[in-house]
């Protein structure tokens, strides 16, 4: 069988350096790009943990 390594339907991706800086995003980088958000609680939450992964609501309150 295949297997695939698309994201599901309506997900983005970003890469955050250790300080909560973005540094690539999948979704319009434009608006992101070199931002920090080490203040955005989800982030704050992935810095401290450093490993793994971190389940949040999105702004529609769809858990992802």
Known sequence: GS????P???AYF?????DGTVI?????P?????RN???VPIVREML???LGTVRAADKDGTQR
């Open 3 to 6: 297997t695939s390594a698309a």
């Open 8 to 10: 599901p339907e309506g």
């Open 14 to 18: 970003a890469i955050l350096d250790r």
């Open 24 to 28: 690539a995003r999948s979704h319009d």
């Open 30 to 34: 434009e608006s992101t790009l070199g």
């Open 37 to 39: 958000f080490r203040d």
């Open 48 to 50: 401290a943990k450093r």
